[in-house]
């Protein structure tokens, strides 16, 4: 998924893949927004069922989403972190994601940060090898997020949220619960034992079964490897929510994240993130090469995408 591509190196980046992939679902922790639920009751008959029911289908349908297969989109990608703010054109190959840098700090590139970026991507082009080993943590994220999210419906006890407030900013109606570890499931692995301190809440599409929204809220420190492979602090906040674009296609409009982690035993940091994503197109099945050609011969935006927008609003 894009969201891979901001993921750091070294050892956070192995923690990283550890959240990322329990934030495709977003079965990790929230942030507020500054719309918040409107209160309407959800119909009667819908909350007849299990609310773990819900679950399984969320989960059922989330993995289409991080693999996508033979659907690939064209959109841009904001990102505000400690590296700055950043805005990107993003395309999905048949062999995995690219993408240019367009903006910077809410203003254009310079001539040579655009002549940088065009050579990086040129390199690109000439190492096929270079480039399999740069999208193979995307391959193996993936299969992690796919493995941790089957666990889901498991590893959580899932209940009906009283009143089910529902999202304004999303037409459809929503099916809201409320997930906490349930005390009786056991981590097979270490990357799992992620989940046993999370707790938070999901709004679930009712037409489609497609997880819109997830939040939530890390309510305990989790260690994983008893602690030698890395110690998550309690308080930490992420949020996911996700879109329907062409067909029956989703990917993630918005993510946010606030996590501590200390590493190896030896050095904590703090993840600050906020990604959005928007503008999708579909494209055609493509190498690698030829999307990163289609990005650098498309001009960059002669007016600065952030600072427009911000000059739009009243």
Request: hydrophobic letters at 40%.
């Amino acid at each position: 998924m894009a969201r891979e591509a901001f993921r750091t190196k070294g050892p956070r980046r192995g923690i990283g893949a550890v959240l990322g992939a329990i934030s495709t679902l977003a079965f990790v922790l929230s942030c507020s927004l500054a719309a918040q639920p409107r209160s309407t009751t959800t119909s009667p008959s819908l909350l007849a069922v299990p609310p773990r029911t819900w679950a399984v289908d969320a989960v059922n349908n989330e993995i289409p989403v991080i693999e996508h297969p033979g659907q690939y989109l064209r959109y841009r990608m904001h990102v505000i972190d400690a590296k700055g703010d950043q805005l990107r054109d993003v395309i999905e190959s048949r062999d995995g994601t690219v993408a240019r840098l367009i903006e910077r700090d809410g203003r254009a590139l310079t001539e040579d940060e655009d002549k940088w970026e065009q050579q990086r991507l040129n390199e690109m082009i000439a190492a096929p090898e270079k480039y399999k080993r740069h999208v193979g943590g995307d391959v193996s994220g993936k299969k992690r997020a796919v493995e941790l999210i089957r666990m889901l419906p498991d590893a959580m006890v899932f209940e009906y949220v009283p009143g089910q407030p529902q999202l304004p900013e999303f037409p459809g109606e929503q099916v809201v619960l409320d997930y906490k570890p349930n005390p009786a499931w056991h981590p097979p692995s270490t990357t799992s034992e992620a989940l046993t301190g999370l707790q938070g809440r999901v709004w679930i599409d009712v037409h489609t079964r497609h997880m819109v929204r997830m939040e939530g809220d890390i309510f305990q420190a989790v260690n994983l490897g008893w602690g030698m492979l890395a110690h998550i602090y309690p308080g930490g906040k992420v949020m996911l929510e996700q879109t329907p674009v062409e067909g029956s296609r989703w990917i993630f409009s918005r993510f946010n994240e606030q996590i501590t982690v200390r590493a190896l035993m030896l050095k904590t940091f703090r993840e600050d993130s906020h990604v959005t994503t928007e503008t999708y197109t579909t494209v055609q099945s493509m190498p690698y090469q030829e999307a990163i050609k289609t990005l650098l011969a498309s001009p960059l935006p002669k007016i600065p995408t952030v600072a427009l927008r911000q000059s739009q609003q009243p």
